[in-house]
């Protein structure tokens, strides 16, 4: 099993700075991340695919890189909806074991 | 607008087992190249893959949960099933359900989810 690690676990940023999550596989995952944005009592949402493609409809604020094992979520200008929870999750095994990662929280600082 | 809908009993008792439908809408669950998958959060934790099927009922499953988990789908109702057996109150969690584009994909969208409390 790929084991996806996240850091830091919580993230104090005020609104207007930027933030930059990481996400770390135990092997390659060859850019078949993505990242997803939860915020309380909500399902998650798709922000990222294939590393670095923004989902349709997510602000052009959020950015993905990364390949191999290292991956990082950008977000440029937090904006006061983007205070929430992140995860990354792999998607490249086969046969299919998709794992998480344990997510960081964004917050105000 | 694809939307999907969990629904199942809101309360299991330990050694029951649990039993979720999710309903789409604004689409065909036999679109292909789709996947369709059940994912779970304990309270205050973390996501967790349960497993995927294809229209055609091809199935993948979590191998910590596998020996537990059927996945089933109906496509004349445009649904698909999770059963859980066996449950403790370590299965309690918020249980959603979400499309994939392909069977290794990742998953959007997600349905609203569903709380299910496992307690006697």
């Known amino acids: 099993e790929i084991v996806m690690t996240q850091s830091p676990a919580t993230l104090s940023v005020s609104p207007g700075e930027r933030a930059t999550l990481s996400c770390r596989a135990s092997?390659?995952?060859?850019?078949?991340l993505a990242w997803y944005q939860q915020k309380p009592g909500q399902a998650p949402r798709l922000l990222i695919y294939?590393?670095?493609t923004r989902a349709t409809g997510v602000p052009a604020r959020f950015s993905g890189s990364g390949s191999g094992t290292e991956y990082t979520l950008a977000i440029s200008s937090l904006q006061s909806e983007d205070f929430a929870v992140y995860y990354c999750?792999?998607?490249?095994?086969?046969?299919?074991?998709?794992?998480f990662g344990p997510g960081t929280k964004v917050d105000i600082k | 607008q694809l939307q999907l809908q969990e629904s199942g009993p809101g309360l299991v008792k330990p050694s029951e087992t649990l039993s979720l439908t999710c309903t789409v809408s604004?689409?065909?669950?036999?679109?292909?190249?789709?996947?369709w998958g059940w994912i779970r959060q304990p309270p205050g934790k973390g996501l967790e893959w349960i497993g995927s099927?294809?229209?055609?009922?091809?199935?993948y499953y979590n191998p910590s949960l596998k020996s537990r988990v059927t996945i089933s789908v109906d496509t004349s109702k445009n649904q698909f099933s999770l059963r859980l057996r066996s449950v403790t109150a370590a299965d309690t969690a918020v249980y959603y359900c979400?499309?994939?584009?392909?069977?290794?994909?990742?998953?959007?969208?997600w349905g609203q989810g569903t709380l299910v409390p496992v307690s006697s």
């Open positions: 979400a499309r994939q584009v392909g069977a290794t994909d990742c998953f959007d969208p």
């Open positions: 604004g689409g065909s669950i036999t679109s292909s190249p789709y996947y």
């Open positions: 099927i294809s229209y055609s009922g091809s199935t």
């Open positions: 092997q390659s995952v060859s850019s078949n």
């Open positions: 294939a590393a670095s």
């Open positions: 999750q792999q998607y490249n095994n086969w046969p299919p074991v998709f794992t």
